[in-house]
């Protein structure tokens, strides 16, 4: 059985608003990201604590910040909380709140690119209806497992289109008799922050009521989701940036121990993973989204990689495609075809980043065509 795995990397939403990972500290540094667009206080009192961060503890001067690394500045930060050390001027207490600040600044720059640039998304909800038609006509009428994404991506462009799709099908599927479901399945376990919402449901449910699951998983985590650190449950609204909203208590905690509503040990909490070398994958919903990934990248007959450029600071995710992705396995990548300033590529730079995936990939990258050079848009107007 053939099975196609899309991987998808910050790339996959540029064209749509997303930044690309050194795009962030560029629009945290917009004007435009202001009290007029953002509406809170607490954000921009975290950006100007990320300014200063930058300039007066790491003293890198304002004309270098548009080549920062961020895992330069979370590295650091994330070693000295691992070790129960102070960083610079700031002891563990204190270097643990920047983090969290620092971390809802980073869900807010997303948000800014996304929302604030207005660019056109018609090609994700494109790819959105390709994958959603693949996964109901081999998994309803000939129940193959034959298509699965995995990304890298915190934003939820892409999950709000599939959301819609499968939405559509399970609203359909109830007047009938049988009542089949449909579902996004982020493959852990998930729990819906909204009670009158009764369509965010387990995959395996959805395949036992004769339905489909579309298997989308967030290695990095996702804007839409919230875990409860007591009991580890997943809360899940597709929709809305629920990390960017005031954080609710977990329903289950609240009514089985009784505690307070107010209660910091039941309030629920984002749990993106920040660029860092030292990714905390500790939590038990974000372990089951790797051990499926590696499965789903196991059983891939095709890989194709979209906007992805297989940074060396991904080195758990290097290991995970070397080690899951068979040796039978063709890989396909999708390159951008242009440089920043608009310009297209050289040949001589082509060659570069043909060779930089055929170095890792091997035999399993079958030719040079199998490296496309072409947006996003262009790629999914060609399937």
């Known amino acids: 059985m053939s099975k196609t795995v899309y991987f998808l990397g910050a790339g996959f939403s540029a064209d749509a608003g997303g930044p690309i990972q050194n795009q962030i500290i560029q629009f ?10 953002i509406g809170r206080e607490d954000i921009l009192d975290a950006k100007e604590e990320f300014v200063e961060f930058i300039e007066k503890t790491l003293q890198i001067e304002r004309d270098l910040w548009d080549s920062i690394a961020l895992e330069d500045i979370f590295t650091p930060i994330d070693r000295s909380l691992s070790n129960g050390k102070s960083f610079k001027n700031f002891d563990v207490k204190e270097l643990s709140v920047k983090r ?11 948000k800014y690119g996304v929302d604030y640039r207005h660019k056109n998304k018609d090609y994700i ?43 559509n099908y399970s609203k359909e599927e109830e007047r009938k008799v049988d009542k089949k479901l449909a579902v996004v399945d982020y493959c852990c ?17 959805a395949l036992g009521r004769n339905g489909y699951n579309i298997k989308y998983l967030k290695l990095h985590g996702s804007m839409n989701w919230l875990h409860c650190p007591s009991c580890q449950r997943m809360y899940v609204k597709f929709g809305e940036k629920t990390m960017l909203t005031p954080p609710p208590s977990c329903d289950h905690c609240h009514k089985n121990l ?19 070398f030292i990714k905390d994958l500790s939590n038990i919903q974000i372990q089951l989204v790797w051990q499926n990934a590696g499965i789903e ?42 440089y920043g300033d608009g310009d297209f590529k050289s040949e001589e730079d082509k060659e570069k980043e043909i060779k930089w995936y055929k170095t890792f990939f091997g035999a399993r990258i079958r030719n040079d065509n199998n490296i496309i050079f072409k947006t996003v848009p262009e790629y999914v107007a060609s399937l």
């Open 28 to 37: 945290i540094l917009d004007d435009h990201f202001n009290f007029k667009f």
């Open 100 to 110: 969290q600040k620092f971390h809802l600044l980073m869900g807010a720059a997303i």
């Open 125 to 167: 909800d494109n790819f959105a209806e390709y994958v959603n038609k693949i996964a109901r006509v081999r998994l309803v009428d000939q129940k193959k497992d034959n298509i699965s994404l995995i990304t890298t991506n915190w934003d939820i462009l892409l999950d709000n289109s599939l959301n819609k799709l499968v939405r």
């Open 189 to 205: 376990y998930i729990s819906s922050l909204d009670k009158n919402d009764h369509l965010i449901k387990p995959g395996l449910l």
């Open 258 to 276: 009784k505690l307070s509503e107010d209660d910091d040990a039941i309030k629920l909490k984002s749990n993106l993973l920040l660029p860092t």
């Open 297 to 338: 990248l196991s059983e891939a007959s095709k890989v194709v990689f979209i906007g992805y450029s297989l940074p060396q600071a991904d080195f758990e995710i290097r290991q995970l495609l070397s080690r899951y992705i068979p040796n039978h396995a063709e890989v396909e990548v999708v390159c951008y075809p242009k």
